[in-house]
């Protein structure tokens, strides 16, 4: 069973510029996770979607991240103006529907802004 | 606020030794627990968790969960250097399907 996708693996982008990550859920998992991982600390939730439902949005920074799930499948986090504060790794992960909350994540993209 | 508590470590071990990583988490409601290690450069990935109070082993593992005092642990048995990452602990409330996840153990197994 293929793992989670995730793409690109590294990115370096200047302040203010705009940025996009993909992510591929494993085959079948209704729940997908977008995480930020800042250096040091534990993954802080930034979105996630039951299908293509958005089930909470609380800790994503709307007014420069944006995230979408369209056809409930494979996912793209996009931050446009990135700041030098958003550099980290960015993880996604997906579980599978019902009771279950198990995580499996991706590769991450590891993200510096200059 | 949902809080999820771990010491940063590092804790450092002999190998062969017992390593336990302890976690603290303040909603009583919670109801599903999971351990991920993390080594360095690297994702999550996930070992155990546990849902009912008691211990869950696998293999050189075992998750102890105490709903009373609201903590849960995870024992290392026989360490080895191969051990050596940051544990993270995660935990699920019920009702919310937010999982929400502790800073992580840093632990070393030292040869």
């Known amino acids: 069973e293929a793992g989670v996708a995730q793409s690109p693996r590294y990115k370096i982008i200047e302040k203010r510029q705009s940025v996009a990550f993909w992510c591929n859920p494993i085959?079948?998992?209704?729940?997908l996770y977008w995480y930020q991982q800042i250096l040091g600390q534990g993954p802080k939730l930034l979105i996630q979607?039951?299908?293509?439902?958005?089930?909470?949005d609380s800790q994503l920074p709307k007014d420069r991240f944006s995230a979408e799930r369209l056809k409930g499948v494979d996912s793209t986090l996009k931050i446009q103006p990135a700041k030098l504060e958003d550099s980290a790794v960015y993880l996604c992960?997906?579980?599978?529907?019902?009771?279950?909350?198990?995580?499996?994540f991706g590769p991450g993209t590891r993200l510096t802004v200059t | 606020q949902k809080e999820v508590e771990q010491n940063s470590g590092p804790l450092s071990v002999p190998e062969g030794a017992i390593a336990s990583l302890n976690c603290t988490y303040s909603?009583?409601?919670?109801?599903?627990f999971f351990w991920y290690r993390q080594y360095s450069g690297k994702s999550p990935e996930l070992i155990m968790f546990i849902y009912s109070n008691g211990d869950k082993e696998d293999g050189r593992f075992t998750a102890q969960l105490n709903k009373a005092s609201q903590y849960v642990s995870l024992l290392i048995r026989d360490s080895q250097p191969s051990d050596s990452a940051t544990y993270l602990c995660?935990?699920?409330?019920?009702?919310?399907?937010?999982?929400?996840f502790g800073t992580g153990t840093k632990l070393q197994v030292i040869p």
């Open positions: 979607f039951q299908n293509n439902g958005v089930v909470d």
């Open positions: 909603d009583r409601g919670s109801q599903s």
């Open positions: 992960a997906s579980s599978s529907s019902g009771t279950s909350y198990e995580q499996y």
């Open positions: 995660a935990v699920k409330s019920y009702g919310y399907q937010k999982v929400t």
């Open positions: 085959s079948g998992h209704a729940t």
